[in-house]
C-alpha cells in the first residue's frame, strides 16, 4: 500500500512536469513591426546580427546552424544573433511557426515581423535591400559599423565579418 500510494501522489507531479517540457520547447516569437525593429537596432549594444529568413527559403535554413556556430564562438565578445522571420501571419498565428522552431532546436532568439510590404520593411533596413532572403545586417553601433548582405553567408564570411565588425573603430 505505501509504494502505491506514493507512486499516486508521483504520478501527477511527473505527468505535469513531463507536459511543461513539451509546452515549453516551442519557443514564444516576439511579434515585431518595422518601426520596433528600427528601434531595435538603434538600441543595439556590443555587434548585433540580424538575419532575415523564413521557413520555406532552403538557404535561409541551410545558413542558421552556421551562425549559431559562429555566434556562440564569439558570445564572450557581446555578438548577438537574432532572426527576424518572414513567414506569413497564418503560420506565425497558428502556432505552427513555433512548433517548426522547436523541431529544429534553434537556441537563439526569434522575432516574427508582422509587415506585408516589402517595399516598406527592405528600404527601412538597408535602403540596397531588394527583398532577397537570406539577408543579413551586422552592425556595431558603438563604432558605426554597418554591413548588409543580401545573399547567404557561410561560417567563414560570417566571421571573417564579425572579426571586421570588432576589429572597426569609430568613424
Known sequence: MAKSSLFNRLLPALFCSVLLVNVGSAQTIPVVNIAQLQ???????????????????KPC???VPEFLKVARQ???QNVHLKLVSLDTKKLYQSGDLAKWLAKKNWDVQ???????????????VDAAWGG????????RPETGY??????????????AQIVKALTSSKQ
Do not use: H
Open 61 to 63: 535554413i541551410d545558413e
Open 110 to 124: 526569434v522575432w516574427w515581423l508582422n509587415e506585408t510590404n516589402a517595399d516598406v520593411y527592405c528600404p527601412a
Open 39 to 57: 528601434d531595435s537596432i538603434a538600441q543595439a549594444k556590443g555587434i548585433t546580427i540580424i538575419n532575415f529568413w523564413s521557413t520555406w527559403c
Open 146 to 159: 554597418r554591413l548588409f548582405v543580401e545573399e547567404s553567408m557561410n561560417e567563414q564570411e560570417l566571421r
Open 74 to 76: 564569439f558570445e564572450t
Open 132 to 139: 532577397v532572403i537570406p539577408a543579413t545586417l551586422i552592425i
